[in-house]
């Protein structure tokens, strides 16, 4: 078991360009999550999939952001024309989620900083 | 509006006693709780959960206390040690058609554990 892994681990990029994240979750786990945390703050639920499904994305998730998880496997969560405010460590988490309790696993995250 | 708070924003105790995060929320549908500990520049690392029909659950030197009536829980650590030291993030979620899928966490509380 080698854990939720994620990469790139730092990405620093200009404003407006794209940039785009990359998430292998726990092998056999059928959900995946995406949060974003901001310095101070807790982490942030932004989407989650089930399978290759995505099934709910927060507002804070805006049009220029989108996530897919082809095959039910990885996900990639692409930001297009970033802005500054889009700045935050940009965190993925997978479960095996069949019950009413199931525990998220974290990966160790990738930090944006847009200049 | 934060549903879930961490009051103190750091706690400080001595090597081989107790420490005690606390954590309230205000969502009356959280049925599950969690507490995940980070260090820096990684990911939450998944500590102790419990169950809302719960009201303690036990884990080695971790244990969680829920209070429903409050909408309080707690983390004990017993004995405290230097490796203990991170910021700590109580979560919360609501059942959801027989699953728990979004976290809602708080702003963490980090803690330092003197030799």
């Known amino acids: 078991d080698t854990g939720v892994s994620q990469d790139p681990r730092h990405k620093i990029t200009k404003r407006g360009q794209n940039v785009t994240f990359r998430c292998d979750p726990i092998?056999?786990?059928?959900?995946l999550y995406w949060y974003r945390q901001t310095l101070g703050q807790g982490p942030e639920f932004l989407t989650y999939?089930?399978?290759?499904?995505?099934?709910?994305k927060s507002r804070l998730l805006s049009d220029r952001f989108s996530a897919e998880r082809p095959k039910g496997s990885f996900s990639t969560l692409e930001i297009q024309r970033t802005e500054q405010g889009d700045s935050a460590m940009y965190l993925c988490?997978?479960?095996?989620?069949?019950?009413?309790?199931?525990?998220?696993?974290f990966g160790p995250g990738t930090r944006l900083l847009v200049l | 509006d934060q549903q879930v708070k961490q009051n103190s924003p750091s706690l400080s105790v001595q090597e081989g006693r107790i420490s005690i995060l606390n954590c309230d929320y205000t969502?009356?549908?959280?049925?599950?709780f969690l507490w995940y500990k980070k260090y820096p520049a990684e990911g939450p690392t998944f500590l102790i959960s419990?169950?809302?029909?719960?009201d303690k659950n036990e884990d080695g030197r971790f244990t969680v206390f829920l209070n429903k009536s409050a909408k309080h829980l707690s983390l004990h650590i017993v004995p405290s040690q230097p490796g203990d030291s991170a910021v700590y993030f109580c979560?919360?979620?609501?059942?959801?058609?027989?699953?728990?899928?979004?976290?809602?966490f708080g702003k963490g509380t980090l803690l330092t554990v003197n030799p």
């Open positions: 969502n009356s549908m959280f049925d599950y």
């Open positions: 419990i169950s809302s029909i719960k």
């Open positions: 979560a919360a979620s609501a059942d959801s058609g027989g699953s728990n899928y979004k976290l809602t």
């Open positions: 999939f089930q399978n290759e499904a995505q099934l709910e």
């Open positions: 988490a997978s479960s095996l989620g069949w019950g009413a309790e199931e525990t998220q696993y």
């Open positions: 092998s056999e786990h059928n959900r």
